[in-house]
């Protein structure tokens, strides 16, 4: 098995050069003036389609109300589901969920690092 430092070693030094690279392809597209002129149009559009989407949602305020709401029941029912397969596993207990057409699933759990200060 590896040693875990230079595997971060390893991704931290892959993720600068990501970083560079991206960093060049956006100089090159600033240096291009056709994709400018498009950059210019596009965000003329977004601002039209923007007074558009106000305009609709305010013909459908109860509607986006609702919606609202229901996102919020939807993002605590997922937290809740969470909190319960995770404690089902630390006990040694076998999760299992099947949607309306009898497709199994199971959990996935993943670990992240992050900076400590």
């Known amino acids: 098995m590896q ?9 931290q030094e892959a993720k600068r050069k990501q970083k560079d690279l991206r960093s060049m392809y956006k100089d090159a597209l600033v ?6 002129d498009l950059v210019e149009k596009r965000k003329s559009v977004r ?15 109860k509607e986006m ?14 937290e809740l589901l969470s909190d319960i397969a995770l404690s089902k ?9 099947t949607d309306a057409d009898n497709n199994n699933y199971e959990p996935i759990f993943s670990v992240k690092f992050k900076k400590v200060k």
Not at 31 to 36: A, D, F, H, K, L
Not at 48 to 54: A, C, D, G, N
Not at 65 to 78: P, R, W
């Open 31 to 36: 240096g291009n003036t056709e994709y400018q």
């Open 65 to 78: 109300t609702e919606l609202e709401d229901i996102k919020i029941d939807i993002d605590s029912d997922m």
């Open 47 to 61: 601002e039209t389609m923007k007074r558009i989407e106000i305009s609709i949602r305010e013909q459908f305020s």
């Open 89 to 97: 596993v630390t006990k040694g207990e076998i999760v299992e969920i």
């Open 3 to 11: 040693d875990i430092q230079s595997v971060f070693n390893r991704v």
